[in-house]
């Protein structure tokens, strides 16, 4: 027996990745607006106007002045505006992921098209949109499986109420779940509350202006309390639904056996098990307790946090695996390598992708079975994807075979997983299944697709979509339950 007859096969996407028409539809703005195109060697930029007037540019990981607002330059390409316009092409992309026989589709819901400032609201042919999505997705018995909020905030919360490190921000996330909870309930079952809560991205991610340890830290906090809150709503609005929470999974080895490299690999896993710590078992761990009291950092609770987030667990833990990285005591004598998230030390056994990612089909098994032994809740591999540069041929096919190669061995590791470890794995979408923007670089010469979408770093293209060679590998994976993967 391999995977499940009911296995979720599909892909995955982020609005502000894929969607474009920014300003459509009455659609507010969104951090991510404001941010522009990067490359592997040169990072994405925030643009922001202080409170003096002054146009500036800050990267993601540095902090915007207190006061300043996000800006949008008209000279300046902002690969959000249009992406790879879902928005205007979603029949067609829907009739190709059903071609390819998708029994699920990941997509996030723009907060800014719902709640045009993220507040109280509602934008009524933003939700209009979504119930077109849905329908066309149902008639095509795909399943809609919805992360609620992807990498961004509306503008206006960030700017007027620095973003998640306000408590108030919580009730305005709660009246757009509930708006989204009620309005879709017969259609989608499938939720999961915010993308990778592990990389909290100061400004555009979470909207904060400082993103010093407290800062982030009681912004995580709200997120926690949101999400338990979200969780419970839920089920009282459906009691079906099938709520998860989402976290990047990078997992960490030691560089050698030395005691000291061990307990390295293991902090640097514990770092992101906090997330899913809080949101499945309920509780802050006891280790990021000592870190608080050591660092002086204070987390403001109201009474009945602790209780709230006790009680709203969730059902399932989605989480995206591209790539293994290798912990050190030692961090200044070694190579460091790409990643775009953080500097990672040179794994000799595996091979990486262009932009630095190491690939470690044996990971994805690792990362498996570590998760479910230690929550013993459903796994839903929610991204996994190979960024890569492709070429057009002469006769107009696009031969990825890199990328087959990629998944192939990928899917082979998930089958072992669940046939020789029994993990209860529920489902599997690849990551932009059909080209999008690069949320690390703003690329759109870092594809994942299996649909190619003419476009490019500047904005230029027709949009046109065309099918990659991979485009009927994954068909005939689908069509198999994942057993047969020749290439
Ligand atoms: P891009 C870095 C490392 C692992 C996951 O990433 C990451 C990132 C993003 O910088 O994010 C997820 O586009 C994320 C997606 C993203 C995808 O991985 O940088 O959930 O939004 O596009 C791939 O190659």
């Known amino acids: ?31 991510l607006d404001a941010i522009t195109g990067g490359s592997h060697e040169s990072p994405r930029m925030i643009t922001y106007k202080t409170k003096e007037g002054k146009i500036e540019r800050v990267t993601r990981e540095q902090a915007l002045p207190e006061g300043a607002v996000g800006y949008i330059d008209e000279d300046t390409y902002y690969p959000s505006h249009v992406a790879t316009d879902f928005y205007h092409h979603y029949k067609e992309d829907i009739a190709l992921f059903a071609e390819m026989g998708f029994k699920c589709f990941r997509m996030s819901i723009s907060w800014a098209r719902i709640c045009p400032k993220g507040t109280m609201e509602i934008n009524e042919e933003g939700l209009d949109f979504y119930d077109r999505v849905f329908d066309e997705l149902i008639a095509h018995n795909i399943e809609p499986v919805v992360t609620i909020n992807h990498f961004d905030i509306p503008m206006y919360l960030a700017d ?39 990389f909290l991205r100061s400004w555009t991610q979470i909207g904060i202006h400082n993103n010093d340890t407290q800062t982030k830290y009681q912004a995580a906090h709200h997120l926690f309390v949101a999400s338990a809150k979200a969780v419970l709503l ?38 992101q098990e906090f997330y899913i710590d809080v949101q499945v078992k309920g509780y802050y761990p006891a280790h990021k307790v000592k ?23 969730v059902d399932y833990i989605g989480f995206s695996y591209y790539m293994s990285t290798v912990s050190t005591a030692n961090p200044d004598k070694v190579k460091y390598v790409g990643g775009n998230q953080m500097p990672a030390v040179k794994n000799p056994y595996l091979e990486e992708s262009e932009w630095g990612w190491g690939v470690d089909p044996t990971g994805l098994r690792i990362a498996l079975s570590s998760l479910y032994d230690r929550y013993n809740v459903p796994l839903f591999i929610v991204e ?33 997983a669940v046939t020789l470890d029994g993990v209860d794995l529920i489902g599997y979408t690849t990551w932009g299944c059909i080209d999008l923007v690069s949320a690390g670089t703003g690329e759109m010469k870092k594809r994942y697709g299996f649909i190619y979408v003419d476009m490019d770093d500047k904005g230029n293209g027709t949009l046109k979509r065309t099918k990659k060679k991979s485009f009927d590998w994954y068909k005939q994976v689908i069509a198999s339950n994942g057993e047969e993967l020749a290439n």
């Open 1 to 31: 027996m391999g995977f499940k007859t009911d296995f979720l096969w599909g892909g995955a996407t982020a609005a502000n990745q894929y969607e474009g028409g920014y300003l459509s539809g009455g659609k507010g703005l969104s951090t």
């Open 160 to 198: 007027e109420h620095d973003g998640w490190s306000d408590r108030q921000t919580i009730d305005n996330f709660i009246f757009f779940c509930e708006t989204i909870f009620k309005r879709y309930k017969d259609k989608v079952k499938y939720w999961m509350t915010f993308n990778e809560i592990n």
């Open 234 to 271: 839920g089920k009282k609005i459906n009691p079906d639904f099938q709520i998860g929470m989402m976290v990047a999974y990078i997992p960490s080895y030691p560089l050698s056996c030395r005691p000291e490299d061990v307990l390295a690999a293991l902090q640097f896993n514990r770092e």
């Open 291 to 313: 870190q608080f009291e050591r660092e002086g950092v204070v987390i403001k609770k109201e009474a009945g946090d602790d209780e709230l987030i006790a009680k709203g667990t």
């Open 384 to 416: 996994n994807g190979f960024g890569a540069v492709d070429t057009i041929e002469a006769d107009g096919s696009i031969q990825d075979d890199y990328r087959i190669d990629y998944f192939q061995k990928h899917v082979a590791a998930m089958h072992d």
